[in-house]
């Protein structure tokens, strides 16, 4: 049976959905937020009396601008001004439950996918009730109405009612069940590079993120909790004195946690001074001794001997290269990677008598008030969350972690305030890193020189594995502690074998009649997560390099050979087609070398032209040219920075200094010794959308997978050295 990776999210609810939608939320009403009065026939639209049009946006906006594209879908429809909405973020409502994933969450680039129906329907049945009541109001068919921007219009005589004079009437009527859409040559706001809704208030810096919680006096007493955790994965506190840290002047308390040794203080510097002064001995846990070389020997190891636990493909391999007139192999290798999150994490909250108010930059609100509330012992109907904006996500706060630590905190300091911090060194050490992987490939030529059968063997723990730790912690205190239990060991044991994101990007779409893809799931405990574009980010890297090794083994032009054998995907052709006229394909600048890859991912495909320039061993990445068809695009300008965005965070992956493991901990502790991409090493990049009338899908990871590849193409074109191993580094000799 072939699970496809979005039959298995809907059938699992990955991060909970099928697991804990059982236990997650009882239905709730009314919706967080609701003022009164207001005439609210959906989730996400309020109009109050005085003619404020809300907006409550149930996804996370971290950057990749739903605040502006979600609001713009529905204004549409509703036929309002969606720059003159007030946005507000959505609270905790099951109302608001991802229809892929089945909890609140922000993730896999579906927000402006899975939201363009609904929220068009949503705005269209608002309008339809807003004519409807101004309809019974004059005492005249519906049909005599029309509506412009935020006013119901008379037809013939001209008379108008703003929105506002329409809620009474429209809160008694019932909706339509069948309502229109306008066509696209109506629209007057979707497609339109509208400008981003949050952009003064984040250059005026009155966007709230979670580091400014409390900061305007909103929180009076407000105190500061760090937490000192073992910096060897898995390891635990085995004995700690804090006599000379609870010395220091403004601690107010210091206490074991589940986690680690929780200080709290008047303060962050305080409570960064006192945690330095704690003397601690570790357990180092079941990594001690572990390192990089032996992560990679033990993977060299399962890839050479073990079985794989799932295999996919079509057509017979076995076959195929028994009749082989020649054999290519290559092994490829990706290192960890960390999130690098602009903000790290950070949460405040207060546990009160009548329940909690907790303030987080996640992407998971539901599971961290589900979180929150096992490790603060508050039941979850009680516990209040407001979602921040955010400096970054990349995946990282779909984790609550920092909810858990919290939670444990604050119940220690009832009634007080208190919001905890993550430096910049916890935030690296204590990640949930993209996990190393290894594969092998191997291609088939048959005697008529054709490519026969293609195989790809990799190894790799399973990102979706991860949630399952906590899966207990999450479900409430009524479900019996062995059930819980059981659950999240059938399910860890039962993903190993099936989880799709492991092989997402594996399966190529190129014409060879034989294929098949074995993932051996292999992992030695390093915790890890969804990081942007999860499997896609190595396994793009992986697939576009050794494709590129069969051009120039068939001694034809990367993109004249991709193009063939991409005659059953005329998405793909198109991209392709249309980057390398972009880019001038084949004539490059002097002293410039050009490299191509071409990927699909979340529903969207992006090919990618990178031009590099070397100097010695040293190279630079000079200009990118993309061609991106994310079906039709809602807001053009929204969808060309999170392009821009995708490709230089890849790049920083493909690039820089990778962090390694020594002793069951990370080496590096800070941007000093796992650096990101710098302005002055940044390429000029080019986005190009297709036209397209097909549904919207994925936008904000798409941009990364193929950038990795495209330059490694482009280094071997001129030198000659097959760079397959991230990052990317020239050996000496090179021209």
């Keep these: ?139 005249v068919d519906e049909a005599m109405c029309r509506t412009e921007d935020g006013v119901v219009i008379h037809k013939t005589n001209g008379q108008q009612l703003q929105y506002g004079e329409l809620v009474a009437t429209a809160r008694t009527l019932k909706p339509p069940t069948k309502v229109g859409l306008k066509e696209e040559e109506d629209y007057r706001w979707v497609g339109k590079s509208l400008l981003r809704t949050d952009g003064v208030a984040k250059c005026r810096g009155q966007a709230l993120f979670g580091m400014d919680v409390g900061l305007d006096g909103s929180l009076p007493g407000l105190l500061t909790a760090v937490v000192v955790r073992c910096p060897h994965f898995g390891g635990k506190v085995e004995s700690y004195s804090d006599t000379t840290a609870l010395a220091f002047p403004g601690v107010v308390d210091i206490f074991e946690i589940h986690s680690g040794i929780a200080v709290v203080a008047h303060g962050y510097w305080k409570a960064r001074k006192a945690a330095e002064a704690l003397e601690v001995t570790w357990d180092k846990g079941p990594l001690a001794g572990v390192d990089s070389a032996e992560i990679r020997r033990r993977q060299e190891l399962e890839l050479a001997n073990g079985e794989p636990s799932d295999t996919s493909g079509h057509g017979d391999v076995s076959k195929a290269f028994a009749q082989a007139s020649e054999v290519l192999e290559a092994t490829y290798a990706a290192p960890l990677a960390h999130h690098s999150t602009l903000e790290p994490q950070n949460c405040t909250a207060i546990i009160r008598p009548d329940g ?7 992407q998971s609100p539901s599971v961290l008030r589900l979180i929150f509330s096992h490790y603060s012992e508050v039941p979850q109907e009680q516990v209040e969350v407001h979602t921040t904006f955010m400096g970054g996500a990349f995946g990282r706060r779909g984790h609550v972690d920092f909810a858990a630590e919290l939670g444990a905190i604050a119940k220690q300091l009832l009634g007080q305030p208190v919001k905890l911090i993550w430096s910049r060194e916890d935030d690296l050490k204590h990640d949930f890193y993209r996990p190393a992987t290894l594969h092998k490939l191997r291609a088939a030529r048959d005697k008529n020189g054709a490519f026969s059968a293609w195989e790809h063997k990799l190894v790799s723990p399973s990102f979706v594995e991860t949630i399952f730790p906590n899966l207990g912690a999450a479900l409430p205190t009524w479900v019996p502690t062995k059930m819980s239990r059981a659950a999240g060991s059938k399910a860890k044991e039962w993903i190993k074998g099936v989880d799709p994101t492991m092989s997402d990007g594996a399966h190529i779409p190129y014409a060879i009649p034989n294929l098949e893809v074995g993932v051996h799931h292999f992992d030695i405990g390093v915790p890890k997560g969804f990081w942007r574009s999860v499997g896609h980010s190595h396994n793009a890297f992986v697939v576009e390099s050794f494709i590129d090794e069969l051009a120039h083994e068939a001694q034809e032009d990367p993109v004249t050979f991709r193009l063939a054998a991409l005659k059953d995907h005329p998405r793909h052709r198109g991209v392709l087609r249309r980057a390398a006229k972009k880019a001038d394909w084949g004539m490059p600048p002097r002293g410039r070398l050009q490299g191509v890859a071409v990927h699909e991912s979340f529903g969207s495909v992006v090919a990618e032209i990178a031009e590099v320039s070397i100097s010695g061993t040293d190279f630079q990445v000079e200009r990118v040219v993309c061609v991106v068809d994310c079906g039709f695009v809602i807001n053009p300008d929204l969808v060309k920075q999170q392009i821009e965005g995708a490709v230089l965070y890849g790049l920083s992956a493909a690039l820089m200094d990778p962090i390694t493991i020594q002793d069951g901990a990370l080496v590096q502790s800070n941007f000093h010794d796992a650096p990101v991409l710098r302005i002055h090493q940044a390429p000029s990049i080019e986005v190009y959308l297709m036209d397209s009338h097909a549904p919207p899908s994925g936008v904000g990871e798409i941009g990364l997978p193929p950038i990795a590849p495209a330059v490694a193409n482009a280094l071997f074109h001129v030198t000659r050295q097959r760079l397959r191993e991230l990052p990317l580094r020239l050996a000496q000799g090179s021209p």
Excluded: C
């Design 356 to 362: 909690a108010e907790v303030w987080a930059p996640t």
């Design 1 to 139: 049976m072939t699970i496809t990776r979005r039959s298995f999210l809907i059938g699992t609810g990955v991060v909970g959905g099928g697991l804990l939608i059982g236990f997650q939320l009882k239905d709730e009403a009314p919706f967080p937020h609701t003022r009164p009065e207001s005439f609210q026939p959906n989730a996400w639209l309020q109009i109050t009396p005085d003619g404020e049009v809300i907006f409550q946006l149930d996804k996370a906006e971290m950057g990749q601008g739903v605040v502006t594209s979600l609001p713009t879908i529905l204004g549409e429809e509703l036929d309002f001004d969606p720059q003159r909405m007030r946005i507000e973020m959505a609270g905790v409502h099951r109302g608001y439950a991802d229809p892929v994933m089945r909890i609140q969450i922000t993730g896999g680039s579906m927000s402006v996918a899975t939201g363009w129906d609904p929220l068009r329907q949503a705005g269209a049945t608002a309008r339809a009730l807003l004519i409807a009541a101004a309809a019974k109001t004059w005492g």
